[in-house]
C-alpha cells in the first residue's frame, strides 16, 4: 500500500490532538465482506486461512481497500494460544471452536506449559511481519491475543459456552486450578504479544471478552490481576527506523463497565468499553488516566445509511471534543456482525472522520 502515512491512532491512544477522532473495527476483515469469504473459501478454512501468512496478509488489508479507516488489524484468532499449547482446536459447522483436550483435571492443568511463540505461533509472527510490508508504514499495526481468564473458559468449557459452568465450577471448587491455568496463560500472551511486538506489531491489545460474566471479586481475582501481569511483562518499546518507540496497550472487557476506573489503572494505554457504556461518563470515570475505544452497538449498523450516520454521530457527540490529556478512538461495542450491508460501513467511517472534524472546529 501507497498511501501516506497516518498516524492518527496511534496520536489519539497517546492523549494528543488529532485532527479527526480515528476509527477501526473489531472483527474488521470478516464474513460481511465478500472479498473475504472468496478468500477463505481459496484457503478451505477457516485455520488454513490464519495458519498462511500470505492469505492473513491478503485478508488484513481488505477493509483497508475498501474503507479509510485509521489501523490495521491482525487477521488471526485468539485461540491460537492454547491451539499452541496441544488442546487441539478445531472448527465444528455451526458450534464454533472447539478443543479435543479440554483442561478440567489436575493431570490437564499439570500438562499446560507456555508455548515458544517464534516456533508453535511461528506463523502470526511471519504474518506481522508481511502485514507491516505490505501496510507500508500507511496505518498502524494492531497484534492482539485474548486475556488469560477469556483464553481459560475456552480451555475449561471446551469452546463456547452460555453459562460458563465448568469454569465457574473450577473457579468457586477448585481455584487452585483456575489460579495455575491463568498463570499459565498469563505468561503464554506475555510472551506473544511480545513476539508480535518484535515482530513488527505497533499496538497491542487484549480482548477479555468473557471477563465480564464474572462477579465482582471474582472479575479482580481472576481477570483484571491476570491482565495486569500480562501488561507488566510486555516490552512496551521497540526499535522502529533506529528510534525507540512506545507500544501503546488496549484492554477490553465486553461487560466491563462496572469497572472502568480498576482497567484504567491497570496499565493500559486505553480503555475499550461496550455499547451499554455512556461515553460522557466514562470520559468523566477515567478522566486523564488513559484514551478510551469505542463504543457504538454492532447491531446499529443493520439500519439504514443515514441511521448510520446519526447513530456514529451520537457517540461522537457523547464522548465530545477531545482536550488535552483525553484521547478517543472510535469503534463497535463489539465485533461487526457477518450480517452487516458493506456500505454501511463506508457511511460510518466517513461519518466519523467528517462529524468528528467538525466538532474540533466549532470546539465543542
Same mark, same amino acid.
Given at each position: 500500500?501507497?498511501?501516506?502515512? $497516518?498516524?492518527?491512532?496511534?496520536?489519539?491512544?497517546?492523549?494528543?490532538?488529532?485532527?479527526?477522532?480515528?476509527?477501526?473495527?473489531?472483527?474488521? @476483515? !470478516?464474513?460481511?465482506?465478500?472479498?473475504? +469469504?472468496?478468500?477463505?473459501? *481459496?484457503?478451505?478454512?477457516?485455520? +488454513?486461512?490464519?495458519? $498462511?501468512?500470505?492469505?492473513?496478509?491478503?485478508?488484513?488489508? #481488505?477493509?483497508?481497500?475498501?474503507?479509510?479507516?485509521?489501523?490495521?488489524?491482525?487477521?488471526?484468532?485468539?485461540?491460537?494460544?492454547?491451539? @499452541?499449547?496441544?488442546?487441539?482446536?478445531?472448527?465444528?459447522? %455451526?458450534?464454533?471452536?472447539?478443543?479435543?483436550?479440554? &483442561?478440567?483435571?489436575?493431570?490437564?492443568?499439570? #500438562?499446560?506449559?507456555?508455548?515458544?511463540? $517464534?516456533?508453535?505461533?511461528?506463523?502470526?509472527?511471519?504474518?506481522?511481519?508481511?502485514? *507491516?510490508?505490505?501496510?507500508? !508504514?500507511?496505518?498502524?499495526?494492531?497484534?492482539?491475543?485474548?486475556?488469560?481468564?477469556?483464553?481459560?473458559?475456552?480451555?475449561?468449557?471446551?469452546? %463456547?459456552?452460555?453459562?460458563?459452568?465448568?469454569?465457574?465450577?473450577?473457579?468457586? /471448587?477448585?481455584?487452585?486450578?483456575?489460579?495455575?491455568?491463568?498463570?499459565?496463560?498469563?505468561?503464554?500472551?506475555?510472551?506473544?504479544? +511480545?513476539? #508480535?511486538?518484535?515482530? !513488527?506489531? =505497533? &499496538?497491542?491489545?487484549?480482548?477479555?471478552?468473557?471477563?465480564?460474566?464474572?462477579?465482582?471479586?471474582?472479575?479482580?481475582?481472576?481477570?483484571? @490481576?491476570?491482565?495486569?501481569?500480562?501488561?507488566? %511483562?510486555?516490552?512496551?518499546?521497540?526499535?522502529?527506523?533506529? #528510534?525507540?518507540?512506545?507500544?501503546?496497550?488496549?484492554?477490553?472487557?465486553?461487560?466491563?463497565?462496572?469497572?472502568?476506573? /480498576?482497567?484504567?489503572?491497570?496499565?493500559?494505554?486505553? &480503555?475499550?468499553?461496550?455499547?451499554?457504556?455512556?461515553?460522557? =461518563?466514562?470520559?468523566?470515570?477515567?478522566?486523564?488516566?488513559?484514551?478510551?475505544?469505542?463504543?457504538?452497538?454492532?447491531?446499529?449498523?443493520?439500519?439504514?445509511?443515514? =441511521?448510520?450516520?446519526?447513530?456514529?454521530?451520537?457517540?461522537?457527540?457523547?464522548?465530545?471534543?477531545?482536550?488535552?490529556?483525553? %484521547?478517543?478512538?472510535? +469503534?463497535?461495542?463489539? !465485533?461487526?456482525?457477518?450480517?452487516?450491508?458493506?456500505?454501511?460501513?463506508?457511511?460510518?467511517?466517513?461519518?466519523?472522520?467528517?462529524?468528528?472534524?467538525?466538532?474540533?472546529?466549532?470546539?465543542?
Amino acid at each position: 500500500m501507497t498511501a501516506a502515512p $497516518n498516524d492518527t491512532f496511534l496520536r489519539a491512544l497517546r492523549r494528543e490532538s488529532t485532527e479527526h477522532t480515528p476509527v477501526w473495527l473489531m472483527r474488521q @476483515a !470478516g464474513r460481511y465482506l465478500p472479498e473475504y +469469504n472468496a478468500t477463505r473459501a *481459496r484457503a478451505g478454512s477457516f485455520l +488454513n486461512l490464519c495458519k $498462511n501468512p500470505e492469505l492473513a496478509c491478503e485478508v488484513t488489508l #481488505q477493509p483497508l481497500k475498501r474503507y479509510p479507516l485509521d489501523a490495521a488489524i491482525l487477521f488471526s484468532d485468539i485461540l491460537t494460544v492454547p491451539d @499452541a499449547m496441544g488442546l487441539g482446536l478445531y472448527f465444528a459447522d %455451526g458450534e464454533g471452536p472447539r478443543f479435543e483436550r479440554p &483442561v478440567r483435571d489436575e493431570a490437564a492443568v499439570s #500438562q499446560l506449559a507456555v508455548p515458544d511463540p $517464534n516456533d508453535s505461533l511461528r506463523y502470526v509472527m511471519d504474518a506481522v511481519r508481511t502485514i *507491516r510490508g505490505a501496510l507500508g !508504514g500507511s496505518v498502524p499495526l494492531i497484534g492482539f491475543s485474548g486475556s488469560p481468564f477469556t483464553l481459560a473458559c475456552y480451555m475449561v468449557e471446551g469452546g %463456547g459456552s452460555d453459562d460458563f459452568r465448568r469454569i465457574k465450577t473450577m473457579l468457586y /471448587s477448585r481455584p487452585d486450578l483456575l489460579h495455575r491455568i491463568l498463570e499459565v496463560n498469563a505468561q503464554a500472551v506475555a510472551a506473544y504479544l +511480545n513476539a #508480535q511486538i518484535e515482530a !513488527g506489531a =505497533q &499496538v497491542v491489545m487484549i480482548f477479555d471478552s468473557w471477563g465480564g460474566v464474572l462477579a465482582d471479586a471474582a472479575f479482580q481475582e481472576f481477570s483484571l @490481576a491476570y491482565t495486569r501481569k500480562v501488561l507488566a %511483562g510486555l516490552k512496551r518499546d521497540r526499535v522502529e527506523n533506529g #528510534q525507540s518507540v512506545r507500544v501503546p496497550t488496549i484492554v477490553f472487557t465486553k461487560g466491563g463497565g462496572l469497572w472502568l476506573e /480498576s482497567i484504567a489503572d491497570s496499565g493500559a494505554d486505553a &480503555v475499550g468499553v461496550d455499547w451499554t457504556v455512556n461515553l460522557a =461518563q466514562a470520559r468523566q470515570r477515567i478522566g486523564a488516566r488513559c484514551a478510551i475505544q469505542g463504543n457504538l452497538d454492532p447491531m446499529s449498523l443493520m439500519a439504514s445509511p443515514d =441511521q448510520v450516520r446519526a447513530e456514529a454521530r451520537k457517540v461522537l457527540d457523547s464522548y465530545g471534543t477531545p482536550a488535552a490529556g483525553h %484521547g478517543h478512538v472510535f +469503534n463497535l461495542g463489539h !465485533g461487526i456482525s457477518q450480517f452487516t450491508p458493506p456500505d454501511n460501513v463506508l457511511a460510518l467511517v466517513e461519518t466519523v472522520h467528517q462529524h468528528s472534524r467538525e466538532m474540533r472546529r466549532r470546539g465543542g
